[in-house]
């Protein structure tokens, strides 16, 4: 009964990046980095994107997607319209691939040892509800710091 949860969560969030995306209204702003700030927004929808594209989409859905998580934090200049393109292809991709994932899988190792130890498949989509609901909150407080917009 976790996948559909998990899949209303990762809707939730996805269209809320989406939309903070959507929100900037100086594009060139999503890629500005500011003293203390590590990461552009730019960057870190580039980085949600692919890490659900390639620990979701490739690995539990065979979507042959291939990641360059290097390019995720170096890339510059996305136009706006394709950040937004990038998350609505990942929301659709997350509506085929989860529904597939039967629940004796949850309880079952994931396929990648992504930390130091294995887990199970289960704890790692939780673990990536989190940190989808992370770097989320980033770009929020990137877009309203930035745009001087605190609403």
């Not at 209204?25 to 594209?53: D, M, Y």
């Not at 539990?60 to 997607?65: E, I, K, P």
């Not at 887990?119 to 407080?141: A, E, K, S």
Request: include cysteine.
């Amino acid at each position: 009964m976790l996948i559909p949860e998990i899949q209303k969560v990762f809707a939730k969030d996805l269209q809320k990046l989406k939309e903070e995306i959507s929100l900037y209204k100086n594009e060139a702003t999503i890629w500005q980095v500011e003293k203390g700030i590590a990461n552009s927004a730019g960057n870190l929808c580039l980085h949600l994107v692919g890490n659900l594209n390639h620990f979701i989409g490739a690995t539990l859905g065979n979507t042959g997607y291939v990641r360059n998580r290097d390019a995720e934090f170096a890339s510059k200049n996305i136009p706006q319209h394709e950040l937004i393109k990038m998350v609505e292809d990942t929301i659709s991709m997350i509506e085929t691939v989860l529904p597939s994932i039967k629940e004796e899988q949850l309880a079952g190792e994931y396929p990648l040892i992504v930390f130091k130890d294995k887990m199970r498949t289960g704890y790692f989509l939780v673990h990536l509800v989190g940190h989808l609901g992370y770097h989320l909150g980033q770009i929020n407080y990137h877009r309203r710091l930035l745009e001087n917009n605190f609403n």
